[in-house]
């Protein structure tokens, strides 16, 4: 299901130089002040930035944190209420463009905060799944309308989860029985209209899950929040 997968923005700073009349992009040498990070990777998008720092030597890397695994729906179905962004374990170099959005000596592997970087949440990469919903949660209660929002969104959403994964079950168990019906009896085997009328059936039902879950899942920005306001508190 699309809705399970992470959308990782790459975000890459280059400058324009130019070089015998010609322009070419060659990789920024310098660091990005905080505030130039931030509107750089934010774009035009609206929704609060959830920043992952891939690491070369140790787990909490999205792999660990960020799978559909081990009750990890939830995660991946808040994840499309921000705009996700992943950053190369290169970025803790001091003259890396985004330098300035880990710029500690042990920076954390996430982070949740708005456009602007504005009530920023770091997490380090070995938190619960509890935890990691908790920061994610409050993040969203500051950034969207209170209704219908995200909880009983989400609510939703997981039921509808449930619907997609019958119908998805069977019809990869319809599409079994059809490839051993033509193995037996060729393309003129009696039950291929049948089975294949029925998948058809499931198609559509699959197909109107999709436009329910995308219907289901829309909620409304808040006005942009200004730096340093406090964050409102879920429940």
Not at 32 to 38: D, G, M, Q, T
Not at 200 to 205: D, M, S, T, V
């Amino acid at each position: 299901m699309e809705a399970l997968e992470m959308d990782w923005q790459l975000p890459v700073f280059n400058v324009k130089t130019s070089s015998d009349h010609r322009s070419r992009s060659v990789q920024a040498k310098r660091a990005l002040s905080p505030e130039e990070a931030y509107t750089f990777i934010a774009g035009d998008d609206p929704r609060p930035l959830l920043v992952l720092r891939e690491c070369l030597t140790c787990t909490g890397t999205d792999d660990a944190l960020l799978t559909r695994a081990a009750d990890n729906e939830k995660t991946m179905l808040m994840s499309r209420w921000f705009h996700c962004v992943k950053l190369p374990p290169a970025v803790i170099e001091e003259d890396h463009p985004f330098h300035n959005l880990f710029p500690s000596k042990d920076p954390g592997h996430l982070f949740v905060a708005q456009v602007d970087g504005s009530n920023r949440l770091d997490l380090n990469g070995q938190q619960s799944r509890t935890e990691l919903w908790n920061v994610m949660g409050q993040t969203l209660v500051s950034r969207y309308e209170k209704k219908p929002g995200h909880e009983k969104t989400l609510k939703s959403l997981l039921k509808l989860l449930d619907r997609y994964d019958v119908i998805d079950e069977k019809m990869a168990a319809l599409r079994e029985k059809i490839d051993r019906a033509i193995e037996k009896d060729g393309l003129k085997s009696k039950k291929l209209s049948k089975l294949q009328a029925e998948l058809a059936k499931l198609e559509k039902a699959h197909a109107q899950f999709l436009k329910e879950a995308i219907a289901v899942s829309q909620l409304k920005l808040r006005e942009a929040a200004r730096a340093g306001e406090p964050v409102p508190q879920q429940g």
